[in-house]
């Protein structure tokens, strides 16, 4: 495997930068989903994204990077209790992939050489702890974001199927990305990601030449480039690391859950989630921030991308639901 | 994206092509500009055969490092020559398909010599080293494909060559063709103006050693990038991959530093086909896909008037240049047609026990056309191998030459004898058929009065209908078209599509106003629902409007023929047996409304004051959704 294109040397996309890290320092924020054109950058962020994040410790030979020897599944008979650390998974998941790969199924090496019944884990097992990559996700084929909906909500992987009985854990950070022009996303699967973000294509020159230098030094020199950028994503995933500690000492002020509240219901977002959602990611971003306290600018920074797809969309706004968002805020949170 | 007229005109724009060859427009390119040039000589757009020759030479000589090449043919002679050549390229060719399946691009179990030899054997995948990859009927590639496509080709050491032979509405997923430099189209070639490619290897052999040591002007990106944002080039790939091709120009060339001539080169090979057509790009900025929401910093995009470069002016004309006029056109139409075909497309299902969503696999006998679900079988014998070895061994022992009762189907690897078991034992009760379960979607048709007796605002209530209905379709996987018919005619507003994105932009300029040519409307909207249905869409016809038709067919101001012009269409619509619905927007139910509900064979709804709510309901309710 080549070391991906450093996530420090991604130019711009700011906002989609910030969502990925946010995700990774509180994975509990639920996701990202990346909207936008052609060759802004979307799967390259991913996929530097997995290079970025901090190793995590996993019990050796378990299919599922379970933290814990007893959080191994039975059915994969996993021996070993000592903890080995792995890379983060990030799982791509290709579109017209079968459900047999993405939940798991019968094994059939084993049921041909040795005749025994056995489970061959998926891509969500693969996926757990870690992240569950998408391109293209509103090509997606409907009964394969059925599974995912029902998978991602529960955090639970459930297999009953050929006469296997099967469960196991399957928490992952979704992401997305696609392009609108193609196919719009069903509510449902919008509604699991924990933020969206939308990119375009740098409108000015200067922005536009840095990337095509930055990339072509990445494709002919790669060493140098790598030993100049390297450095940062170190930095980064310091930063992250640091972060993920002073999270749970970050204090909330009483008054930062009435602002939530208050634009969620300016905004009339449906159900708790946009609330919650909004909250968390404002959290992580002080700590991110090192903040002590989280405060209102926080909150005004990540409102965009915690609620605006999750409006009620609006068929005669042609200004879209970004402008929303930031309309209301400007009038909620003066 | 351009926008709905495009299909139009790039039809004749074909026809165009067809009938003068490529136009001398390396003329209009040199022209105003020759003179004033620094160093290199006048820009002279390639001729179309040597143009496809250095496309092959600079592919040769970086084949990952252009990505590949976009070769847009009819299958015939002329073809073969430009694909003869590919030979040149130092990876080992592999033929792919769009049909093809994982197993065959990534490996896997390969069943039969597994079961032959009871140790598992695995294949080796297409993609597994750097190759390539010839992809036949590229144009039908569907969209999985395409992504994962785009992924091998993402790491580096893949070159796709990517053979299409889409007509107008057909084209390479945009996927794909945004990750391929080159692009070469043979239309309007002739046999008489080709030669046959004969690859210099020497020469490529010594522009692959020389290419890493190519170096790169300071400005060379800069103006690479300039070029492609006055193209209208959105994108950020098509620069890199200029980059690359002008490099590799320049080490073809033997030259140490890529010079003006290779970024022209490049320009010419990589912008020309991806920039936006002239005409589309006259318009204001809007062209611009983004959604209005935007992150960054409202910046208008560049201003593509610095005049006093020339060197860029001239880059810019070179692409321009560089293909027929009408090309753009097309590519932009075929791309519209694929956007407009909607998410994957899944609506062109047809019928059959052969496709669609599969369902669990069950139990069954083979024949009357069944598909075996080869892997299920095996997962219901496979447990049971040992025992049945135990038994065969049993029965071989007891009775030799005969298998004692065991209905043995393996395969003809394993020759039957008493001493040599076969390695899988199947009965056929192991026996697993496919089952496939097919869903239709809906088409829902909107034809929309647009007259002026229909008041602005009833149209207005009408748009915000349909995108309310579109919204809320994901559920009932519904599409939507929508057409109006106002003064003489009707027109397609919206070819059926589900992406509410592209709704909001086509509804936003209906215009409204004129005379009630209702025969007009439904004749359309008969064209559209039989075209939907033979995509394999089910149709709905959902009329509105407020009276009755004043434009005869033959675009007469005839009431009396225009009354009985669209009672005859609305029989065929019925007869076509396209379901229909008639929502009498009027102050006060129409009598004659009513009567074509019944030629139609439809259901009447009257909706005065409807908002667009009210009308989303009543239809939601009509269409039983």
């Known amino acids: ?334 | 994206m351009p926008g709905a007229g495009v299909p139009v005109s790039a039809k004749t724009g074909a026809s165009a092509a067809q009938a003068g060859d490529l136009p001398g427009a390396d003329g209009a390119a040199a022209g105003p500009v020759a003179g004033a040039q620094r160093t290199a000589p006048a820009a002279v757009a390639l001729e179309p055969w040597a143009r496809v020759e250095t496309a092959l030479a600079l592919l040769a000589v970086d084949p990952a490092g252009l990505k590949g090449l976009w070769l847009r043919a009819r299958a015939g002679p002329l073809r073969d020559r430009v694909t003869l050549a590919l030979s040149a390229i130092p990876l080992p060719a592999r033929r792919l398909h769009p049909g093809i399946e994982d197993q065959a691009l990534f490996g896997g179990l390969d069943l039969a010599a597994t079961l032959a030899g009871g140790v598992a054997a695995r294949t080796t995948g297409l993609l597994a080293d750097p190759a390539a990859l010839v992809l036949a009927m590229a144009e039908r590639c569907p969209p999985g494909l395409a992504a994962r496509l785009g992924a091998a080709l993402d790491a580096p050491g893949h070159s796709l060559i990517a053979l299409d032979e889409g007509d107008a509405d057909e084209a390479l997923p945009p996927g794909l063709a945004d990750r391929l430099a080159l692009f070469v189209d043979l239309e309007g070639l002739g046999w008489g103006d080709s030669q046959p490619v004969v690859p210099d290897l020497a020469r490529l052999s010594a522009a692959r050693a020389a290419l890493p040591q190519v170096e790169l002007p300071p400005d060379a990106a800069e103006t690479l990038a300039r070029v492609a944002a006055t193209l209208g080039i959105a994108s950020l790939r098509a620069p890199t991959l200029a980059l690359a091709a002008a490099r590799a120009g320049a080490a073809l060339a033997g030259r140490s530093a890529v010079t003006d001539d290779d970024l022209r080169l490049a320009c010419d090979l990589v912008y020309a086909h991806r920039a936006l057509p002239a005409a589309a790009e006259a318009e204001p900025p809007p062209a611009e896909d983004t959604p209005p929401e935007d992150t960054l910093p409202d910046n208008l995009p560049p201003e593509p008037q610095d005049s006093d470069r020339f060197p860029e002016e001239m880059l810019v004309e070179a692409a321009r240049a560089a293909l027929p006029a009408d090309l753009l056109a097309r590519l932009a139409a075929a791309r519209a047609a694929r956007v407009a075909k909607g998410a994957t497309g899944s609506g062109a299902a047809k019928a059959g026990n052969r496709r669609g969503r599969p369902l669990p696999s069950r139990a069954g006998r083979l024949g009357s056309g069944q598909r075996i679900d080869l892997v299920a079988t095996l997962r219901a014998a496979a447990p049971w191998q040992p025992l049945r070895r135990a038994q065969a061994a049993l029965a071989a022992g007891l009775d030799a030459g005969q298998s004692g009762g065991v209905a043995d189907l393996s395969h003809p690897l394993s020759p039957r004898s008493p001493s040599t078991l076969p390695a899988l034992l199947l009965r056929p009760s192991d026996i697993r058929l496919k089952r496939f379960m097919e869903m239709s979607d809906r088409v829902l048709i909107f034809a929309v009065d647009a007259s002026g007796s229909s008041a602005m605002a009833r149209l207005a209530e009408t748009k915000g209908a349909v995108e309310l209905l579109l919204a809320q379709a994901y559920a009932r996987r519904d599409h939507v078209a929508l057409l109006a018919f106002r003064g003489r005619a009707a027109e397609l507003i919206l070819p059926p599509t589900r992406s509410l994105v592209q709704t909001k932009r086509r509804l936003a300029g209906l215009p409204g106003g004129g005379a009630t040519p209702l025969a007009h409307g439904l004749q359309m909207a008969l064209a559209v629902g039989q075209q939907a249905r033979a995509r394999g869409l089910t149709p709905t016809i959902a009329l509105m409007t407020d009276g009755r038709g004043n434009i005869a067919l033959d675009g007469t101001a005839n009431r009396a023929q225009a009354e009985a012009d669209a009672l005859q269409l609305a029989r065929v619509i019925g007869a076509a047996r396209l379901p229909a619905l008639v929502i009498d927007t009027a102050s006060r139910p129409q009598p004659a409304l009513q009567t074509l509900a019944r030629a139609l064979g439809g259901t009447y709804l009257a909706l005065p004051r409807a908002d667009a709510h009210r009308m989303a309901v009543a239809l939601s309710g009509a269409l039983g959704g």
């Open chain 1, 1 to 334: 495997m080549t070391q991906p294109f450093p996530f420090a040397a991604i130019v711009g996309q700011e906002a989609m930068k910030q969502a990925m890290v946010l995700t990774a320092v509180d994975p509990g924020i639920g996701g990202v989903l990346v909207f936008g054109d052609r060759g802004t950058g979307k799967s390259t962020a991913v996929r530097a994204l997995a290079a970025l994040l901090p190793p995590i410790t996993a019990v050796e030979g378990c299919p599922v990077n379970s933290a814990r020897p007893d959080d191994c599944p039975d059915w994969a008979h996993v021996t070993s209790r000592k903890l080995v650390s792995r890379p983060t998974p990030v799982i791509d998941l290709p579109l017209g992939v079968t459900e047999d790969r993405v939940v798991g199924a019968l094994d059939i090496e084993r049921a041909l050489t040795r005749g025994e019944k056995a489970f061959e884990p998926g891509l969500l097992a693969r996926a757990n702890r870690g992240y569950l990559y998408i391109d293209e996700v509103n090509l997606l084929e409907d009964h394969i974001v059925d599974l995912l909906l029902d998978v991602a909500q529960s955090g639970e992987n459930v297999v009953e199927r050929e006469g296997l009985s099967i469960r196991h854990a399957a928490r992952f950070v979704l992401v997305g990305s696609g392009n609108p022009e193609e196919g719009e996303l069903r509510p449902q699967l919008l509604d699991r990601f924990g933020l969206s973000v939308e990119v375009a294509s740098p409108r000015d020159i200067d922005t536009r030449v840095e990337v095509i230098k930055r990339r072509d030094a990445y494709e002919n020199d790669r060493e140098a480039f790598l030993k100049k950028w390297l450095k940062g994503d170190a930095a980064l995933r310091k930063a992250i690391l640091a972060a993920r500690v002073a999270l749970p000492g970050l204090k909330t002020p009483n008054t930062v859950l009435h602002d939530c509240a208050a634009l969620c219901i300016a905004l009339g977002s449906d159900g708790l989630r946009g609330e919650l959602t909004l909250l968390r990611t404002a959290r992580a971003l002080a700590a991110f921030e090192g903040a002590a306290v989280v405060g209102r600018a926080h909150l005004r920074a990540v409102a965009a991308m915690a609620l605006s797809h999750r409006l009620r969309r609006d068929p005669l706004d042609e200004a879209g639901s970004g402008a929303r968002v930031a309309r209301v805020l400007a009038e909620v949170l003066p």
